[in-house]
């Protein structure tokens, strides 16, 4: 699969899914032990009953880290943090040692992927509305650790594929972690994120009636790559002060390179090139302080953060008729930066907890675009591009008051109200300066009657992050499409409706269902604008899913050590198309994802061994005089075998893509909009990608 996100949206994923290991742990997994089973206990120092996993209780599946373990929680899926605006409330569903990160850059996978397995000493799984974290909802962990020796962890992932693609072998990582009497540090280098990808095959064009007018036969790759070193420092002294501070810069190298052939009748052969070059760099620097104050506590956050993206894409053609080469150039520096302030007390007042918070965030971006022709000495002019070429700055204040407690034995609730003020400004001769008022908030129910069930339901007021870059425009030169300026552009809000029922299954494991329901104002999509197109706003639009998973352990019907992991989402979406009027599904939305996976833990080995497939469903994307479907699949499916002490190593070894999924892509293009225009060709790619073979290596010292 490609390293660049895939174009579909799935609804639950925006509302939704990384010391040494003790010498007993890396001994001792045999696969005779049984799946993690929870006990009861208070959680986080709090009268909140949750279930609570020791090591032990992982102890089959010889965890290097955090990660390891908490993915092996039977019903529980990690859930990031969404891409709302600033810091803001909690939207994820992992804490560390009670506290939520606060720093943006890291994923939950990162940062659990960091904390050493020795290092962990129980994983506590609770209704997030019952802790005095505002924004929280559902099951949440709260991986308690401790590091109070010196260790460190490694691991190295190469991969293979069979064809079109360079071999990968710098992804992995390393990190360490100690403690010297109140300070615990860590430090990691990072590139887990690396990638090769690759593709090629035909593509057939036809015109309106079906007649071939041109065949394509195109090679693409990539090179990815994402070194990142971080560190982190905590002060924690005896009592409510305990301070944060922690810091990343990394570099990204993302190259796309493809080559293709064009012929057709009446057309002269073409030999075609394309190559996009995203080298950037980044850092991010954050820290928060806590302490006692008058009958609660304040905590003070702060962030900075600053990327620079230069970006170019050349498109060249060249006729095998001797004449001469045609090309063109799209190119771009951004700057983006963000700066944030953010202030919480917390106090306990008429039975509950309560928090005010204020956040400032001053956001930033200067954006220089130009094009180019190419010239007949081989390099490209320069033009500047004024549609892509501007500052865009927003002035954000929000203030929230939260208040949550428990009503019975089994029920508890959370309230959080507030709202924010904004200023948006687009610099240059027609920038503009807009300011915005909006409400902000959520209502979260929780209710466990017993041991084995809960459920909860969470209404919300959202407001989501714009990209900047949005607001300019662009030029997609291996499309043929342009986007204009939009200085209208708003932030997407909606009411969301989340519920979440859990139910344990007993030794058989455990079943979760999510219902999601999204009335959403200014839907971010393709609009008119002028006599072209751009990023703009859709006034109403809808959105619902049901995601249902499960983890069934086979221990019962006598398979020891094996377990299953299904998984359906469904989805649906609505809005008004702004170019035909018409009623369809959001862009790029993903309605359907069938998934299961299978481990077996073979009993008196140190091996495992199992098998995931996947099969997903995308709607296409539409512009103003096109339908595009760009996506891989239909199923991706894969095997592994893994052995757990290999001279204290865990190795694994894995093919994926064994069922042959496709590089597909179907789009139709019109003379003019779409609904009023008759077809101008339609575009049919169908390319090979292959076998992908993996190899992973970790360990501890």
Known sequence: MSHRKSLGTSLAAVAAVLTSVPAAAQDAPTGDTPPPAPTEAPVGGQQ????????????????????????????????????????????????????????????????????????????????????????LSGQVANIVYRADNFSGQFSWKPQFRAHYTDPLFTRGDVSVRGRKGEIEYEAALSNDDSARSGAGGPTIITDGAGNIIERRRDVWNTHYDTPKLSGRITWDPAGDTVANFGGHYQRKYDRYYEDGVRTGPG??????????????????????????????KLKLIGLRRFSHEPYSSEVISTPDDGSPATGDRFAQVGDLGETIARGEYQWKMWGGDWQLSGEAAFNTLDNI??????????TFDKTPFVPGTGGVSEDRYEGLLSFGRKITDTFSFQLVAGAEHSTIVQAGPDGVSRSFARPKGSLTLSWKPSDDFDA????????????????????FLNDGNQNETNFDLRPQQDWSFEAEINKKLGAWGSTKIILIHRDVEDRVDIVPVGNGEAVGNIPKAKASAIDWTATINLDPAGIKGMKLEPRLLL??????????????????????VASIGLRHDIPGSDIAWGANAEYAHYQPNYRRN?????????????????????????????????????????????????????????????????PIFSFSVRGTF
């Open 48 to 135: 909140t009953q949750g279930q609570v996993y020791s090591p032990a209780d992982f102890a089959r599946y010889a965890p290097n880290n955090a990660y390891d373990m908490l993915i092996q929680v039977p019903g529980f899926s990690i859930r990031d943090n969404e891409n709302l605006r600033g810091l803001g409330v909690a939207t994820g569903n992992v804490l560390f040692n009670g506290e939520r990160p606060s720093n943006k850059a890291d994923d939950m996978y990162t940062q659990l992927s960091r904390i050493p397995a020795g290092n962990v000493e129980r994983i506590e799984i609770v209704d997030g509305a019952s802790l005095d974290i505002p924004g």
């Open 456 to 475: 909860s339901l969470k209404i919300r007021r959202r407001v989501l992050q714009l990209s900047f870059y949005d607001f300019l425009g662009r030029a």
């Open 571 to 592: 989805q649906t979406s609505s809005l008004r198309d702004p170019f035909t009027g018409e009623k369809r599904q959001w862009s790029g939305f993903t309605d359907t």
């Open 267 to 296: 057309l002269v052969d073409r030999f075609r090139t394309v190559r996009d070059k995203a080298d950037s760099w980044n850092y991010e620097l954050s820290g928060d302080y806590q302490f006692g104050f008058g009958p609660g």
């Open 369 to 378: 675009a130009s094009t180019g022709e190419l010239q007949p000495d081989g």
């Open 626 to 690: 096109q339908v595009d479907k760009v996506w891989e699949g239909p199923v991706w499916a894969s095997v592994f075998v893994e052995h757990k002490d290999v001279m204290g190593l865990t190795i694994r070894a894995s093919i994926n893509n064994i069922v042959n999924a496709r590089s597909r892509r179907d789009r139709t293009v019109y003379t003019g909009v779409r609904g009023e225009s008759p077809v101008a060709f339609v575009e049919d790619r169908n390319r090979l990608i292959g």
